[in-house]
Structure formats: C-alpha cells, structure tokens
C-alpha cells in the first residue's frame, strides 16, 4: 500500500476544517481534508444563522445569504417577550460551506470526499475510501470532525456532554424579519427556535436527556410545531426534517502531540445558544495557523500557542455558559425564576453568581 504525504491532515471539511485549510495552505505546505460525506454541507444540520461579522471574517461575497435577522425575540414561559438586537443573517449552510471548501481548494489544499479517517497508528492514518484503504503520513493532524469526534478519540479529548437537536422546515404564514427563541417547560435544557428563511422557516428544538419519563425529542417537536401553527406562524407539512447533537462542554485541553482539534470536535459551540459555526471559522483559522507555523518551525511545541488563543478568546465566555447551563438544568422546575441568568440577551446572565 502506498503511502500519501501530507504537511497537515485535515479531518472535516465543515467550516472548521475548510478554515483551517485556508489558513495552512501557504508557502506550499500539502494540506490534505478528508471528509466523509459525498458532498459537503450536505445533509444540513443547522439552524442556520450566524451573526453579521462572521460575514467580513469569511470573505465569500453573499451567495450564500437568504435574508437578514435584526432582531431577536425571546418569548418566556410567563409570556414576557424581550426583543434585543442581534444583527446577523440566515444562511444557505450547504453553500456556505461549499464556499469556504472551494477557497481552501484555491489556495492549494487537497479535498478526499467519501473518505473517512477510521485510525491511526505509528505508520500513519488509516483512510478508507471508495477505491479502497488509503494510508496516510502527516506532521500533524486537526480533528475538525464534528460532535462526535474520532481524532479526539485518539488523544483522550471528546465531547462528553452532547445535547440532541431536532429541525424541520415549514412555510411560513407571513414574512418575518426577526429571529424567535422560546423557553417552555416541556423542552428541557434547552428552547425552541423559529429562524426565518425567505419564505419559508427553521423551526427546531435543543432538548437535554432528562432522567425522568419525559417525551420524546420528535414529541416535543411536534407539539412546539403545533403551538406555531395556532398562532399562525407557519403552515403546511415539513418540507424537511434534519437532526442532529449539539457539544454543551466547559473548556478542555484540544491538543496533545502532534493533534490538535477545532470547532464543534473541540467543544468550541457555545454551551447555551448553541451556536458554534463564528467559533468553527474562528478556531479553525487559529488551528491551520499554528499548526502550519509548526510545520514550517519544524516544533511540535509551538501548537500550545493554538491554545492560548482560542482560550484567551472563548475560555470565560464557555465556562460562563457551561456553569449557566448546569444551572438552568438543575433548577428547571423553577425555570420561570431563573431564565434570565440562564439566557444571553439578559444583564442577569453576565453577573456573577
């Protein structure tokens, strides 16, 4: 079997691993992505909103825009709406992406599509493809491979704390410029979401496992659709269904040796929202980066520069919402009393405990 030669090995071709793609493609450095899906973005699993700067960050043009959000509403279980300004865009995911995965390829790095990375070993990474098994030499590895992680297997660094999420698209009944959040007893550790789209609508639910004889994830949902239909907000069946699971961790170590891990694979979403595709970019930048800087420097110790900055950047605010999130969890029977620390549109959030 012959081996393939890499600088960098990149694992996910999300917009944690495309970003860090970008950035580790220069002076010539051979950046390979393997991604296991055969076409990226797709299926889409996200909510797909992501705030106005990221916009300037990733430098894509606006193809992949569908509407702009201004504002977002919180509707409480009392009733109580707070409506804050959030200024931010629902995305097309897939295109967005693709785009970030097509400058990648731009700037030199090489994209394996149906391939999946399933081991490793002093020899290499074992990769297996469509035409076979692929073993694949790198200086250094970044895990950008999703809530699930297998190269965070390989150093002892994965998601312990995954919250599932559950989607579907419906027409919606009027045009909607805002952004909607509910907090409801019935969907535990978490809200629904009502994101508007051009014509249509995302309409999902975050729900924390429970240890009690809750429903299920699917229930909830459609009993969260069904509230929406009777104030009239969307109609029809679902155009589509999409699931998937959401990282709710505190901060953890991401590197060891020559690994190290970025986006939704190193806990980078945010314990509360969410939200996590600014933090992919971000950190996966960082990640192609530093680890492209080792590379050139020939010094495996440089990669701790990595984690000094995205902790200096994220470490207060995850640990914030991380701590925020065991207590909406431990104190959900009083949700009424305590979602206002618990939720980030509110001054309540930000105090100390």
Not at 31 to 39: G, P
Request: aromatic share 8%; glycine share 8%; net charge neutral.
């Amino acid at each position: 079997m012959d081996t393939k030669l890499c600088d960098i090995l990149i694992v996910g071709s999300g917009p944690a691993g495309s970003s860090a793609a970008i950035a580790a493609s220069r002076g010539g450095l051979r950046v390979l992505v393997v991604e296991t899906r055969k076409v990226i973005g797709r299926p889409v699993r996200c909510a797909e909103y992501i705030p106005a700067p990221l916009v300037r960050e990733v430098k894509l043009g606006h193809d992949f825009i569908v509407q702009a959000a201004n504002k977002m509403r919180t509707i409480l279980p009392d009733g109580e709406v707070q409506e804050t300004r959030a200024p931010g865009y629902i995305i097309n995911r897939d295109i967005f992406d693709q785009g970030l995965a097509r400058k990648a390829e731009e700037r030199g790095a090489e994209i394996w599509l149906s391939s999946k990375a399933v081991s490793i070993d002093k020899e290499g990474i074992e990769v297996h493809r469509k035409d076979g098994i692929q073993k694949v030499k790198a200086k250094f590895i970044i895990g950008a491979d999703g809530p699930h992680t297998k190269v965070g297997s390989w150093i002892n660094s994965t998601n312990r704390n995954l919250i599932p999420s559950a989607q579907m698209s419906f027409e919606l009944s009027a045009p909607m410029e805002n952004t909607e959040v509910y907090f409801d007893k019935e969907i535990y550790g978490g809200y629904g979401w009502l994101f508007p789209k051009g014509d249509t609508a995302n309409v999902g639910i975050g729900l924390q496992k429970s240890n009690d004889k809750s429903e299920s994830i699917s229930k909830v949902l459609d009993h969260f659709v069904l509230r929406l239909k009777e104030e009239g907000k969307i109609k029809g069946d679902p155009l589509r269904k999409t699931a998937g699971w959401i990282p709710a961790e505190q901060p953890r170590r991401i590197i060891k040796d020559n690994i190290l891990l970025a986006g939704d694979a190193a806990g980078h979403t945010h314990p509360i929202t969410g939200a996590g595709v600014a933090q992919a970019v971000i950190c996966g930048k960082m990640a192609g980066k530093w680890a492209a800087n080792a590379v050139e420097a020939d010094d495996l110790s440089i990669l701790e520069e990595y984690e000094k900055e995205w902790c200096e950047l994220y470490e207060e605010s995850l640990t914030r919402a991380f701590n925020r999130r065991q207590l909406l969890e431990r104190e959900w029977d009083n949700l009424e009393n305590i979602v206002k620390r618990c939720w980030i549109v509110f001054r309540e959030y930000y105090a100390e405990p």
